[in-house]
């Protein structure tokens, strides 16, 4: 079993520009549809596999800390994926994975989302206003001062 994280940011941004940040030797394949994505297996080195993928019309929902169901619907977008076996993420996926969310958003200035797999809304990102989302027990005091303000 695996942990996905997504991180989106909402505009027309090249792949190349959001890996500098989040995945630096990631190399282009293509997806099912045709499209481009860049894509890393970094499993050994920092607890993750990536892959940056653009879309236009997109829609995303989540839970957020109130247990209401959120939603996006950023056109168009990149999402940066973050796959991380489970016993890789005390070790080292999840402090890696939020040093390379922190560097992604500290680069670009764009509306941004991090969800869990798939349903948990962790962080947003709106107007240039950070907002840390079912933070109890995900951005504990390891994690302080990693992400931007």
């Excluded at 027309?12 to 990631?26: C, D, H, K, S």
């Excluded at 948990?120 to 005091?141: Q, S």
Aim: charged letters at 25%; proline letters at 4%; a negative charge.
């Amino acid at each position: 079993m695996s942990i996905n994280y997504r991180l989106t940011l909402a505009g027309n941004i090249p792949l190349e520009q959001v890996a500098e940040f989040a995945a630096p030797t990631a190399v282009e394949t293509s997806t099912l549809s045709g499209g481009r994505m860049l894509s890393a297996d970094l499993s050994d080195q920092l607890g993750y596999a990536v892959s940056i993928t653009a879309g236009s019309g997109g829609y995303y929902d989540a839970e957020d800390d109130n247990g209401e169901q959120w939603v996006w619907e950023p056109d168009p977008y990149v999402d940066v994926n973050f796959h991380m076996r489970k016993d890789m993420l005390a070790e080292k996926g999840t402090l890696n994975m939020i040093k390379a969310v922190g560097r992604v958003l500290a680069a670009r200035p764009e509306d941004a989302a991090l969800v869990l797999n798939g349903n948990w809304l962790m962080l947003t990102r709106v107007g240039g206003e950070l907002r840390k989302h079912n933070v109890a027990d995900w951005f504990d005091e390891e994690y302080v001062g990693i992400l931007p303000d």
